[in-house]
């Protein structure tokens, strides 16, 4: 019997979080773009659940102003890209957490409510910030 342990539940799930957030996500048909590129992980061109996707959209914003609605639409597309983790019961609770750092940077962080009750924080921006505007 395999006995799994906080430790290594945090270690997946901040791999999920940023597999989830760093992957980029096909851009859907009326979503605004920078370019004609819709971009996406291949993988989701054979999904084996219907409509499945992995990954987010936080890419759109690569190049917008940090304005409410960017922030708006970064929450939007970070809790977006976790919700597979409420549909599969991995977590009970996603909050999306935001702070600016500065005029051009964004950083996101979640709070994951697990099935035992316990909250995992969770911050990459360490590893990566959702947009920073030159």
């Known amino acids: 019997m395999t006995v799994i342990t906080f430790d290594d539940q945090e270690t997946s799930l901040r791999r999920a979080v940023e ?3 760093f992957t980029w996500r096909r851009a859907k048909p009326g ?7 819709r971009y996406g992980w291949w993988g989701d061109s054979f999904p084996l659940v219907a409509n499945d996707r992995i990954g987010s959209r936080l890419w759109l914003l690569r190049r917008r ?5 960017t922030i708006s639409a970064a929450i ?3 809790r977006e890209a976790l919700q597979w ?8 609770d ?4 935001t702070e600016r ?13 697990l099935p035992t009750g316990e909250r995992l924080s969770l911050y990459p921006n360490e590893n ?3 947009l920073y505007a030159v």
């Not at 979503?31 to 590129?37: A, F, M, P, V």
């Not at 983790?85 to 009970?92: E, Y």
């Open 85 to 92: 983790l409420l549909d599969d019961g991995q977590v009970l």
């Open 19 to 21: 597999i989830s957030w």
């Open 94 to 97: 996603v909050q999306i957490l």
């Open 76 to 78: 939007t597309y970070a």
């Open 101 to 113: 750092a500065g005029a051009n940077r964004l950083n996101l962080g979640a709070v994951l409510t």
């Open 65 to 69: 102003k940090l304005l409410p609605e």
């Open 128 to 130: 990566w910030q959702v």
């Open 31 to 37: 979503d605004l773009l920078d370019d004609d590129e």
